[in-house]
């Protein structure tokens, strides 16, 4: 009886461990697709779950960084959902690439034009995004998601390092090192690379000459072998005629 109690605790409490961990597992997110370098450009797909059993998610509002604001974010179409793109005048003057930024973006909403991600499914919402900063180390976004039966879940506690997720982080985007350090290693890399290949075509070349005039020595050399063979073989021949003449010239004696 005991280990039958022990037992039926074990598996109650174990149903609500999963219970509590599950809504830390299907919360909005964000990741890039390949790299999402700093001071380039990226795409980037929002994630969203649908959590509920008994609603669908209809809208999806996200919020850009005001200490990092973007100029140029285009969502890709998805069929079903509408996109709005919402801007603003940034708070002081702005460049990117030697161009003055009179706009950024602050937010981007998504709202369903059908039945919206059902329960038991997600649903991915790409953005192309840039220029991404090249003073951070990674951007915050605050997303806001909506279900069919007016419920919203406000994503948007930030992640703390060193503490445990909070219940609704928000979705956080890790930047990579800048491009131009990695196409710069690329470059020397190359131009060893030719360098490289220049000496062997160098060295191979040398050797093809080497083995050209070695080749021309080889058929001089053969020419001379088969002339001499030649005059041996009809020096051998006249030879024997000779002889055979002198041995009938006996034998008639």
Known sequence: MKASRIAAVGAVSGIAVLALSAPAFAHVSVQPEGAAAKGGYAV????????RDD????????????????????????????????????????????????????????????KGVEPGYFQKFPLSIGALPEDADELVFKAIQTYSNKEVVRWIEVPQEGQDEPDTPAPVLKLSAAEEDAH?????????????GADARNTAADTSSSDSGSGDGSDTTARVLGIVGIVVGAAGVAYGVLAGRRRNSGAAA
């Open 44 to 51: 980037v797909d929002f994630k969203v779950p649908n959590e």
């Open 55 to 114: 609603a669908s998610t209809t809208k999806l509002e996200v919020s850009f960084p005001a200490d990092h604001p973007l100029a140029s974010v285009m969502p890709q179409p998805i069929p079903g959902w509408k996109a709005d793109v919402t801007k603003s005048k940034p708070a002081k003057p702005l460049e990117s690439h030697g161009k003055q930024i009179t706009e950024v973006v602050t937010k981007v909403t998504w709202t369903a034009d059908g």
């Open 184 to 196: 710069g290693a690329a470059g020397a890399s190359d131009a060893k690379g030719d360098d490289a």
